[in-house]
Every structure is written in C-alpha cells, then in structure tokens.
C-alpha cells in the first residue's frame, strides 16, 4: 500500500508554505492589489490595525518618486517667490546671451565640427522591471557620454575612483574592471546623463554621487534590472526607487532653501524581480526607511553591514531569498518595526539586538535553520506577529509575554520547543492564531485558550497530557482551522462539532479517539480538508450523508473501521487527497470522473467492496494524479489502457484483487512511474514492476 505519511504527520499538500495565517497571501495580494481572502488571519490587517505605516499590503509595492510638496509657503507669498524667481532667469538669460553673441558662442558651427561630436548615452528604455529569471552575464557598462574619450576622461574617472574608494566598504573590487563597482564608477564618469562632478565636495554633490554609485553597483550586480529605466535621468525615478526627506538630507538643509539638497532614498522596492547579487556599497544608502527585495534568488552571506548603517530602517523585506550565515554581526536600529527574513538559510542563535528593538510589531523568521534557546522576550512587546516556526530552537519558552496585550499571531511550531506553553500568554487577549505544532510541550492544554477569540488553533504532535478534546474548543465559533493530530486525545468527537460553522481545516489524527463521525460534521459546509487518520483507537459506523461538503480538498479516513457504503462525493471536484483505505467500506467506488486535481486516491484494503472494474475515466485530464492504490478492494478485469495518459502517475498498486492480463506497455512508458505493484497473474515488464503478490487461496 502506497505511504499516507504526506499528509498525516502535518499539513497536508500543496508544499508547505507560511504557517496560517497565511502572511505570504497579504504580500501576494498587495502586488497584485488583490484583496486577500478571509479564510485565516492576515498579517496585513494585524499591523493596519495599529494605526501605523503599514508595508505589509498596498504600500508595500515598487513605486517611483514621491514628491513633497512644500506646505510652508501659500498663497500671496508663494505668488511672489515665483515672480522673484522670473526675474532673476530673465536677468541671467541676458548676460549670457549678450556674452555669447560678443565672443561668437552662438556661431553656427562648420559640417565637420558637427559630426565629431559624440552621441548621447542609450541607456535601456523597456517600461518596467521584468519578473523572469535573469540570464547570466552582467550588464554593459555605457561607455558613451558628454566627454567621451582622451586624456579628460581618464581623469574624471581617476577622480571618481579615488573619492569613491575612500568611502566604498570595498574599495579593492576597483582593482577589477569588471566588477560592478569598476563598472558603476565607469558610468558616473563616461555615461551618467547628470554628469556629476567628482571635484565638488559639497554635501549635496557628495550625496548625489554616493547615492547613484551605489545603486549603479546595484544595477551591474543583476542583468534582470538591464531593462528597466535605472541609469536614466535622476534616480528618484528609477522603478523600485523613492526619495524623500533622509536623514542625510535633513542633517544638511537646516536653514537651507529646500532646492538646495537633493531628495535622498529612501525607499528601495524590488521585490520578485530576479534580483540575484547586493553589492556591499548598497551600504552607502544610509536613509532607507523601507528596504524589500523579498522573493528574489539572492545568494550568500546575509549583508550585515549595510542593514547596520540603515539608521531610519522601518521595513526590511528579504523573505523568499538563499541568504545563509548568522545575523551576529548585525546591529539592528532601533527603527525598525516590521522584520521577515522568512524562508533562507539563516541559522545560529538570534543576536542580542534583535531583543532590544522596542518598536517592533512584526519578527517573521520562519523556515530558516536558526537555532539555540528563545532569550526574554520582555522588551519586545510592541509585537503584533510573533512567527519562529520551522526552525531549529530549543528549550523552553520563557515565560515573558505579561505585556503583549497587542499580540495577535503566536507561531512557533516545528522547532523543538519543550516545558509547557507559557502561562502568561494568557494576557495576550487579542490572540487570533496560536500554533505550537510539531514540538515537545507538556502538561495540560492551557485553558486560557478557552478565552480567546481565535482563528487558528494548532496544538498537534506534542506530549500533551491524555485527555479528551476540551469542552472550550467546541465554543471556538470563529475557528477556521483546528488541528490536534497526535496530541494524546481520547474520547468521542462531540456532535458540537457542528457549530464550528467556519471551519475550513480539521486534523484530529492520530489520537485514540472512539466512537463515530458524528452527523453534526455536514454542517461545516465551509469545511475544505477533514483528516481523521486512526492513531491507537479507530471511529467506527458509518460516515454520514457528507455530499454538501463540496469545498472538499482533502478526505482522510485511513485506518478506521468505517462501514457501509462511500457517501456521494461527486460535487467535491476541487478534491486533491481522498483516502478511504483501511476501512470495510461495501458497495462500489465514488465517482472520481470531476475530480481532475486529483493528486492521490487511496481506496486500498477495502476487501468487502462491490465487485467492478477499475475506474476507466481516469485519463490525461488528471494531469496532477500521482497515486492510485486499489490494492484489495474487489477490482476485476483489465488495467484501463488510459492509465498511459495520466501524465505524472508515480504509483499504481493493483495488487490482491481480480485484475487479469498484462500491464500496458504503455503505461510502462510513463517517465515518472517508480511502483508498479500486482498479482503474479497479471504479466508486467516495466521497469517499476515490483515483486508479485501470490493470489490468496
């Protein structure tokens, strides 16, 4: 019999993804200014709720310069600073013109001198970032500009070398000409369209020259930005770019006109855009507030150094990357509110900073290998969105959550977390999810429980004291997903069960849980995955009139002593798992003819079924089905030859039944088959053929 372990020892399949609530679904939807939906608690609404900027949702998207308009100067008084500014134009455009027609400035020059002046630079014009993978070679540096070529340009070049060198983090990557940082250096003085000059020291120039340096390095690092408008124009404009008031800024203007300094980045917003490399000058961007290149391919050590001199970071997005190392030599600011460095290869323990930042209403580090003990979490009790699962933490929790009133996600599952769950979460009155899955915490289920308003509940595989499922979880109407698998429930499911209305996920597997499925169960009509694989005990009877469940993704009944005949599962045509093996289900098969997201069907070890033949619907439109196990359950006649089409079958288990013939030789040919598995009557010569079941006398 093929393994049902894919979806009884945790979620179920698709892949795993974020622990509910779903804090990826919020991110999606604000890039594609989708509303997400309702069916567990979102990251972007926890953190709208504060009151607060929020990056989490609509504002978290690439945007272009946001420009400040100058609410100090109104009415007459703006009136007559344009006026002013008129005048001193017109004047000015006297002199030169005057001068330029006394000296012969203005002389029309000869053909020759004409054409041996250099053309424009071309930067890349294409509208938009593209979202595909990059290719592999680096862009070309512009060679083309307003002085191009001769002994002045070599200057200028030397000029921005030896300014950038000595701030540059890495001034030995010049050494290299094709470096991205040679190469950015390259532009500022052969093609930037600004033509800066390496020469002035000013604040304002200084910073116009780091900023467009490192943002260059920036662009020859990832061929996938060769087609968006970077290198054009000013900065500000740059796609994923937004400028506004720094701190650079601010520290220079003081008594300043407001033209005098330029807008400083401060936003960098590049998320999903085959970003692969982060020079170690992104460093110089000391006034970014918000920094998300979360959903790229970046690679690497996690850049320490420059989220350390970010000193305004408010927003820091590298989700969905391959950073590896340790955070130890990060300092964070004490800026920083939201912080998701979910789904890397980050591992050691978490730093001592990562403690003291105060403001913080979002740490999401989950799916990393970080590791070590859990410190007092005290001072960080501004926290909306506590996420540390699918890691490797130890230890017990400390028992420091008095002053999370705020606190309204909890997910710390699949680590290897022991003691019991902490007592003062119990203030944490505004919890919506609570998941601690998949470690070792003992002693009671903690009855605070029964006093928030929850969401999501997931208390499965711990060492929970045996008991029967609490009398207070069945008052939890807001539920939408519970799952208690192997948590040492005994007991019946009460016909309460059926008030939990919105549920949309129930795993109560692996417990030794007696009785039956109650009839109550029909109406969870909102019910997508029910999962109720035996553990010590079995349900017995029969399964009730469920046909109305028709948002049906999973059915789990593995394992049971079910009996009677399979209810009418034909509307569940979204169904992706339906396993009813191991039961003594009589009657015939379900009609799985709508069921086309089919991934894998377990209809084994039901040896009191109605004889019939194997279902011969299943076709090449089941293009996601892996495995069929009829093993045992009164099939006759041939394989269906349309069993070749089903493009990614991996098993097919026949095995203790009826079936005559030969395998098809061209089910044979299917490239992913691993198991073929039947009766030494049925002739098979594929490679995947396992060894024969002797038919039982």
Same mark, same amino acid.
């Given at each position: 019999?093929?393994?049902?372990?894919?979806?009884?020892?945790?979620?179920?399949?698709?892949?795993?993804?974020?622990?509910?609530?779903?804090?990826?679904?919020?991110?999606?939807?604000?890039?594609?200014?989708?509303?997400?939906?309702?069916?567990?608690?979102?990251?972007?609404?926890?953190?709208?709720?504060?009151?607060?900027?929020?990056?989490?949702?609509?504002?978290?998207?690439?945007?272009?310069?946001?420009?400040?308009?100058?609410?100090?100067?109104?009415?007459?008084?703006?009136?007559?600073?344009?006026?002013?500014?008129?005048?001193?134009?017109?004047?000015?455009?006297?002199?030169?013109?005057?001068?330029?027609?006394?000296?012969?400035?203005?002389?029309?020059?000869?053909?020759?001198?004409?054409?041996?002046?250099?053309?424009?630079?071309?930067?890349?014009?294409?509208?938009?970032?593209?979202?595909?993978?990059?290719?592999?070679?680096?862009?070309?540096?512009?060679?083309?500009?307003?002085?191009?070529?001769?002994?002045?340009?070599?200057?200028?070049?030397?000029?921005?070398?030896?300014?950038?060198?000595?701030?540059?983090?890495?001034?030995?990557?010049?050494?290299?000409?094709?470096?991205?940082?040679?190469?950015?250096?390259?532009?500022?003085?052969?093609?930037?369209?600004?033509?800066?000059?390496?020469?002035?020291?000013?604040?304002?120039?200084?910073?116009?020259?780091?900023?467009?340096?490192?943002?260059?390095?920036?662009?020859?690092?990832?061929?996938?930005?060769?087609?968006?408008?970077?290198?054009?124009?000013?900065?500000?404009?740059?796609?994923?770019?937004?400028?506004?008031?720094?701190?650079?800024?601010?520290?220079?203007?003081?008594?300043?006109?407001?033209?005098?300094?330029?807008?400083?980045?401060?936003?960098?917003?590049?998320?999903?855009?085959?970003?692969?490399?982060?020079?170690?000058?992104?460093?110089?961007?000391?006034?970014?507030?918000?920094?998300?290149?979360?959903?790229?391919?970046?690679?690497?050590?996690?850049?320490?150094?420059?989220?350390?001199?970010?000193?305004?970071?408010?927003?820091?997005?590298?989700?969905?990357?391959?950073?590896?190392?340790?955070?130890?030599?990060?300092?964070?600011?004490?800026?920083?509110?939201?912080?998701?460095?979910?789904?890397?290869?980050?591992?050691?323990?978490?730093?001592?900073?990562?403690?003291?930042?105060?403001?913080?209403?979002?740490?999401?580090?989950?799916?990393?290998?970080?590791?070590?003990?859990?410190?007092?979490?005290?001072?960080?009790?501004?926290?909306?969105?506590?996420?540390?699962?699918?890691?490797?933490?130890?230890?017990?929790?400390?028992?420091?959550?008095?002053?999370?009133?705020?606190?309204?996600?909890?997910?710390?599952?699949?680590?290897?977390?022991?003691?019991?769950?902490?007592?003062?979460?119990?203030?944490?009155?505004?919890?919506?999810?609570?998941?601690?899955?998949?470690?070792?915490?003992?002693?009671?289920?903690?009855?605070?429980?029964?006093?928030?308003?929850?969401?999501?509940?997931?208390?499965?595989?711990?060492?929970?004291?045996?008991?029967?499922?609490?009398?207070?979880?069945?008052?939890?109407?807001?539920?939408?997903?519970?799952?208690?698998?192997?948590?040492?429930?005994?007991?019946?499911?009460?016909?309460?069960?059926?008030?939990?209305?919105?549920?949309?996920?129930?795993?109560?597997?692996?417990?030794?849980?007696?009785?039956?499925?109650?009839?109550?169960?029909?109406?969870?009509?909102?019910?997508?995955?029910?999962?109720?694989?035996?553990?010590?005990?079995?349900?017995?009877?029969?399964?009730?009139?469920?046909?109305?469940?028709?948002?049906?993704?999973? !059915?789990? /009944?593995?394992? #049971?002593?079910?009996?009677?005949?399979? &209810? +009418?599962? *034909?509307? =569940? @045509? %979204? $169904?992706?798992? !339906?396993? /009813?093996?191991? #039961?003594?289900?009589?009657?015939?098969? &379900? +009609?799985? *003819?709508? =069921? @086309? %997201? $089919?991934?894998?069907?377990? /209809?084994?070890? #039901?040896?009191?079924?109605?004889?019939?033949?194997?279902?011969?619907?299943?076709?090449?439109?089941?293009?996601?089905?892996?495995?069929?196990?009829?093993?045992?359950?009164?099939?006759?006649?041939?394989?269906?030859?349309?069993?070749?089409?089903?493009?990614?079958?991996?098993?097919?288990?026949?095995?203790?039944?009826?079936?005559?013939?030969?395998?098809?030789?061209?089910?044979?040919?299917?490239?992913?088959?691993?198991?073929?598995?039947?009766?030494?009557?049925?002739?098979?010569?594929?490679?995947?053929?396992?060894?024969?079941?002797?038919?039982?006398?």
């Amino acid at each position: 019999m093929a393994d049902h372990d894919e979806y009884s020892d945790g979620p179920p399949p698709p892949p795993p993804t974020h622990d509910p609530p779903t804090y990826e679904a919020a991110r999606d939807a604000a890039m594609s200014e989708e509303q997400p939906d309702d069916q567990s608690v979102e990251i972007s609404d926890v953190l709208k709720e504060r009151g607060g900027e929020d990056y989490s949702n609509n504002n978290r998207k690439s945007s272009s310069r946001e420009h400040e308009e100058d609410e100090d100067i109104e009415g007459p008084n703006r009136t007559l600073l344009y006026a002013a500014c008129i005048l001193i134009l017109l004047v000015i455009l006297a002199v030169v013109l005057g001068v330029g027609f006394g000296t012969g400035a203005f002389k029309k020059s000869s053909p020759k001198a004409a054409s041996s002046a250099p053309p424009p630079p071309g930067p890349p014009t294409a509208p938009a970032v593209p979202t595909a993978s990059p290719g592999t070679s680096s862009p070309v540096a512009p060679t083309g500009g307003s002085d191009t070529g001769g002994e002045g340009d070599g200057l200028k070049e030397a000029a921005f070398q030896s300014y950038i060198g000595g701030v540059s983090t890495n001034p030995s990557a010049f050494d290299d000409p094709e470096t991205p940082e040679a190469m950015a250096v390259s532009w500022l003085a052969n093609g930037d369209p600004l033509q800066l000059d390496p020469e002035d020291s000013s604040p304002a120039n200084m910073l116009k020259i780091n900023q467009r340096y490192s943002l260059a390095s920036l662009y020859y690092s990832n061929p996938s930005l060769e087609e968006s408008n970077w290198l054009e124009g000013d900065e500000c404009t740059w796609q994923g770019i937004t400028c506004g008031d720094g701190v650079e800024r601010r520290r220079n203007l003081r008594n300043l006109a407001e033209d005098v300094y330029p807008m400083t980045v401060t936003k960098l917003m590049l998320p999903m855009s085959g970003i692969e490399g982060l020079p170690a000058d992104l460093a110089m961007l000391t006034s970014i507030t918000v920094l998300d290149l979360g959903k790229n391919m970046i690679g690497g050590p996690f850049p320490a150094s420059a989220i350390s001199s970010m000193v305004d970071l408010q927003f820091m997005f590298l989700e969905d990357n391959d950073f590896t190392g340790t955070l130890d030599d990060v300092v964070f600011p004490e800026s920083l509110i939201q912080l998701d460095v979910s789904f890397n290869e980050l591992s050691g323990e978490l730093p001592d900073s990562l403690y003291e930042l105060s403001s913080l209403e979002a740490l999401v580090i989950n799916d990393n290998d970080f590791s070590g003990e859990i410190d007092d979490v005290s001072n960080l009790s501004n926290l909306l969105v506590f996420i540390i699962s699918n890691n490797g933490f130890t230890g017990e929790i400390p028992d420091s959550f008095e002053d999370f009133q705020d606190l309204r996600l909890w997910v710390v599952s699949n680590n290897e977390f022991e003691g019991e769950i902490p007592a003062s979460l119990e203030n944490a009155e505004l919890l919506e999810s609570f998941a601690c899955e998949g470690n070792s915490f003992e002693g009671a289920i903690p009855e605070y429980l029964g006093n928030l308003d929850l969401v999501v509940l997931h208390l499965g595989n711990n060492d929970f004291d045996e008991g029967p499922i609490p009398d207070f979880v069945y008052d939890m109407v807001n539920l939408r997903e519970l799952k208690m698998h192997a948590s040492s429930r005994t007991g019946v499911i009460s016909g309460n069960i059926g008030d939990l209305t919105k549920l949309k996920k129930l795993d109560l597997s692996q417990n030794a849980l007696t009785g039956g499925l109650p009839e109550d169960i029909t109406n969870c009509e909102s019910l997508e995955q029910l999962i109720l694989t035996a553990g010590d005990a079995q349900l017995l009877g029969e399964v009730p009139d469920i046909s109305g469940l028709e948002n049906m993704t999973v !059915l789990a /009944l593995p394992f #049971n002593g079910f009996t009677g005949e399979i &209810p +009418d599962l *034909s509307a =569940m @045509t %979204g $169904l992706e798992i !339906l396993d /009813l093996g191991t #039961n003594d289900f009589t009657g015939d098969y &379900p +009609d799985m *003819s709508g =069921m @086309t %997201g $089919l991934t894998s069907v377990f /209809l084994s070890y #039901n040896p009191n079924m109605d004889e019939g033949a194997l279902p011969g619907y299943l076709d090449e439109d089941f293009t996601a089905l892996k495995v069929l196990d009829f093993a045992q359950s009164s099939r006759t006649g041939d394989i269906p030859a349309s069993y070749a089409d089903i493009p990614i079958l991996t098993v097919l288990d026949v095995k203790l039944n009826d079936v005559q013939g030969d395998v098809p030789s061209e089910v044979c040919e299917i490239p992913t088959l691993e198991v073929v598995s039947t009766d030494c009557s049925v002739g098979c010569d594929c490679d995947a053929c396992t060894e024969c079941t002797e038919e039982e006398e």
